[in-house]
């Protein structure tokens, strides 16, 4: 393309011109736009301002403006004189950047510090004098998009011609000779990685990519932590022990194929503090406090894992300090105060944590043996009375004490050696818990019990009637403790028998039976809690 004052002008009128003897067209062009000669080196994609824009391929405005020069190129129909407006409408200098011949071939050479082999969208494909298809004056266009690195999309406007959108890979030997990097395009952030989490040693921090006002296609990311690259490139970073007293930034760099690269960085996160070891499960201690005997503390578990662990114990609640270690003997000066340890964690980097206290209990001399086991004597029926037969055990000075369960919940009141079982007792266990004490002795405990559960003897209550020859017996069953006795009754008057089930503790028949006086049995069969019962009388059948 031409310059303002050079005699010869180039474009796609011009026959001799390699560079639009080999374009392709593709099948599917806008109505008005032109077909051109088929070719496997390019491809147009649209040809005429209107037509373009029809199809959804932009002009940026140069139709409209063309008539006026830009870096004083030729107006119109010019390929430098459009390169030109594309410039200065991304930003780029409003006069042409450099003195000498404005010809399309002379764009790479003036700006050869800013040509290169690397299309970029935004940049201005150059085609020198004479190179893969352009005539003597060379070529620029407006590189639109980067489909690859072989693989690129223009715009164009041809001296002679009309304005294109083109199609063009670097094997149709029709590749640019190069790129000039006026005012690409860049990818810019808009709004920065944001860091969450606690920066502290050890706690999980996790990073977004941030937003940009193009999105790109790819990322590159890295932690840094006091200005050095950690060499991270994860989306979250735990802290490290070294890390301790700095702060941590997350870097982005975006990428997309023909934009230029661009980096965003996350605000500092605060100075790393040390981590928190925190108790997953508690310390515990082994062994039984006597005298002469070991307790062992076990450490729990933790997370992170400790490196080392480090032990106090208390004695009533006073440091024992030289008590330093996982194990402690029980000495004869420790007889009769309650042991305590307290558990340790350290781990490089992380603040020291302590477990709860853990209490093993107080120390004693030994514990009290039981040579012959308590007993309780005496029958389960309520209105009977319980009564514990003393076993024996050493020291023989040791006290025993009593608490009487009820289905092994403690009766309130019911301490003595003896007890009399009342109606809440139907149908319960009755045990007695025997405790046994003496002083720097382990207190001993058990429970006696009498097998099965109390019953409540039942009162069996009959009445007789009789009415137009029927006989009408009615029974009632009644039990301590028992509302209502439920279960069956047989009722027997003369030869006539039936087994009824009792409704709120009664039951009633009305029977025809011969006049005269018949005798009657009722029988209650028995329940769980209520024995079995009998009671006999008779009625007298009248008319």
Known sequence: MRSRGMVMRWGISVAASALFATLVVVDALPRAVVPLQQSAATTYLCSGYAACKSAGYSDAGYGAVSGKMYWRMYSGHNCTNYAAYRVIKNGGPATRPWTGGGN????????????????????????????????????VAYVEKVVSSTEIIISEDSWGGTFHWRRITKSS????????????????????????????????????????????????????????????TTKTYVPKPADRGKKIVFRVEAHKSGYTSAVQESAPTAAVVPGTINLVETPTVEGTPFVDEVLQANPGTWSPAPKNMAWRWFADGKRLPDAAEQALPLTRDLLGKEIS???????????????????????????????????VLGKRKVGETLTVRPG????????????????????????????????????KSVSVQVNIGRKNYAARSEVSTTPGIVKSPPTLRVTTASRKGKAIVRARVVATGVTPVTGRVQIRIGQWSRNITLVDGEAVVQVKRPLGVRPVTVRYLGSTVVPATYAKTTVKVVR
């Open 104 to 139: 399309a071939s002379e764009w790479g050479l003036q700006m050869k510090s800013i040509t290169d082999q690397v299309p970029n969208v935004g940049a201005i494909a150059w085609w020198g004098r004479y190179q893969n298809g352009s005539g003597s004056a060379g070529h």
């Open 392 to 427: 024996t055990f050493e020291p023989a000075d040791a006290v025993p004490t009593y608490q009487w369960l009820r289905d092994g919940i403690p009766i309130k009141g019911a301490v003595g050696e003896t007890y009399r079982l009342v109606g809440k007792d139907a149908g």
């Open 173 to 232: 030997g029709r590749w640019p000779s190069g790129f000039i990097h006026f005012t690409d395009k860049s990818l810019k952030g808009k709004k920065a990685p944001v860091v969450s989490g606690t920066a502290a040693v050890g706690s999980k921090l996790t990073a977004t990519n941030g937003n940009w006002t193009t999105p790109p296609g790819s990322y590159s990311r890295e932690w840094f932590v006091g200005g050095e690259a950690t060499g991270v």
């Open 341 to 375: 340890v307290v558990a340790v964690a350290r781990l490089g980097g992380y603040t020291a944590a302590s477990a709860p206290q853990v209490v093993a209990g107080k120390v004693v001399i030994g514990a009290i043996e039981l040579t012959r086991p308590f007993a």
